[in-house]
């Protein structure tokens, strides 16, 4: 809130969001009779984030993988340029649209070692996205935007992109290590696969280690595309395979500084169109995790590579983790080898085709996991805190904590201070261990909620306590 006393007459400019604003106005000192007064109020778009960029020698550089912006004509006469950098001859569509009428963009396009083009086919009594479909040679790409009628406008434009090279794989020969073709952040590459034998290779480098994602797209279906990550050395360190309806991938990886390369390759070749690869630095393995409390223990399994996620990099953070899920992480962390799908399965409700079954084999002949009294397993059932407690407390048999030493447990600590854990409960000796060695605790009115289910969120954070 801000105050602001006058007398007579004045103004004041104020920054304000997108959002309701409420002005109040009220005498400095009591008043006897009514007394009239007159309030006016302007306002005045922000400065988009691309200014200065009011002439062609001053335009800004933007992404080409982004695919859009929003911007504002903000002054009288402004005109934002922008700068598109194109790798390769082919086509581009360009389209500008306001979210109010009281816009009327002029759209300006000056391509590569060609002419000014501008568009301008709607009005302000009949609004329509101004757009243009041209081919292009590789090089610089100017776009302008503008008023028609000059003036600032209360109102902000999408300008949006699409690019699609020739249909020629421009960076072949690139079929081994050898003749791998460099490739830079956020800058889109291109390329088929002609044939089963043909596999393309992309090689980087990067400065600063961290989390990087490589997004594929534009594949065929049926395809079944898949890219191979290596280190300097040409070990594999990450792999991910398209199933037959897909036609895009995305992988992310903690890389340390280094060299690095990309294998592309098909299950079904294909030359009538070309694939899209990009590869970006990212704040985290998964897309749905940004702002979540978890963050730093979630980030910190996937840098060890204990936790993928699912084939959209989602982590899913909220979610109750299954009890499979949940002896699979364990069983990495403890560096259980899996065990053999030629094993007979000690559960009714696990068969050898179910994917967990190597490290639930594994789990049960080392003693980490029992079942139920009718010999079932329940692996997709959400897993409760007594049971996490349980497995844990098991797993810390083979792998210590970090920095523990050997203590005496009581294995009625629990009973003593929780209500809700009665005498004979039967992970009363686990959970007063973890609670021993402080990494679980209870909630508030002195209860430990064993049958609560366990968030994939709390499973990181509490794994990550443990071990890292």
């Not at 304000?16 to 306002?43: G, Q």
């Not at 409960?425 to 049958?451: D, M, T």
């Amino acid at each position: 809130m801000k105050r602001v006393e006058w007398i007579g007459s004045g103004s004041v400019e104020v920054p304000v969001v997108k959002e309701a604003l409420y002005v109040k106005v009220e005498a400095l000192s009591p008043v006897t009779s009514p007394f009239p007064y007159i309030l006016e109020n302007r306002f005045h778009i922000y400065g988009d984030d691309f200014e200065p960029n009011n002439s062609r020698e001053t335009a800004k550089e933007i992404n080409l993988a982004a695919g859009k912006l929003t911007g504002t004509i903000s002054f009288p006469g402004d005109v934002d340029w922008y700068r598109l950098t194109l790798p390769y001859d082919g086509k581009i569509k360009i389209q500008v649209n306001a979210d109010t009428v009281q816009l009327d963009p002029v759209l300006r396009v000056i391509p590569p070692g060609g002419d000014e083009r501008k568009i301008d086919n709607g009005s302000i009594t009949s609004p329509q996205p101004e757009e243009i479909s041209l081919n292009v040679k590789k090089g610089t790409l100017l776009i302008g935007v503008e008023n028609f009628y000059g003036q600032a406008v209360n109102a902000e434009y999408l300008l949006t992109w699409s690019y699609t090279p020739l249909l020629k794989d421009l960076f072949e020969p690139n079929n081994s290590p050898l003749y791998a073709k460099g490739i830079s952040l956020g800058v889109p590459v291109y390329g088929h696969i002609g044939s089963l034998a043909d596999y393309d290779w992309f090689k980087f480098s990067i400065t600063q280690a961290g989390f990087y994602r490589v997004d594929g797209s534009n594949f065929p279906k049926g395809s079944q595309g898949q890219v191979i990550l290596y280190n300097g050395n040409l070990k594999e360190i990450g792999r991910k395979k398209m199933d037959e309806n897909s036609t895009t991938f995305s992988m992310s990886n903690w890389l340390e500084k280094g060299t690095y390369y990309f294998r592309i390759d098909a299950a079904k070749s294909f030359t009538n169109q070309l694939y899209r690869l990009v590869l970006w630095k990212v704040e985290s393995a998964f897309r749905d995790i940004g702002n979540h409390w978890a963050f730093d223990s979630i980030n910190t399994l996937a840098k060890e590579g204990l936790i993928t996620g699912y084939s959209d990099l989602t982590f899913r953070p909220n979610q109750p983790i299954t009890r499979a899920e949940f002896i699979t992480l364990l069983s990495r962390v403890i560096d259980l080898p899996p065990g053999s799908r030629s094993v007979r399965s000690p559960f009714k409700d696990v068969s050898t085709g179910f994917w967990a079954y190597p490290v639930i084999i594994s789990a049960y002949q080392k003693g980490l996991i029992g079942g139920y009294a009718d010999g079932s397993f329940h692996p997709d059932a959400p897993l409760t805190r007594a049971e996490m407690s349980a497995m844990v407390a098991r797993g810390l048999e083979i792998k210590p904590a970090k920095g523990s030493e050997k203590m005496d447990v009581n294995p009625y600590l629990a009973v003593y201070l929780f209500k809700d854990i009665p005498l004979q409960y039967w992970a009363n000796e686990e959970i007063s261990f973890l609670i021993q060695l402080r990494v679980v605790e209870g909630y508030e009115n002195g209860i430990f909620k064993p049958e609560k289910l366990t968030t994939r969120a709390e499973m990181a954070t509490l794994v990550e306590r443990i071990w890292f």
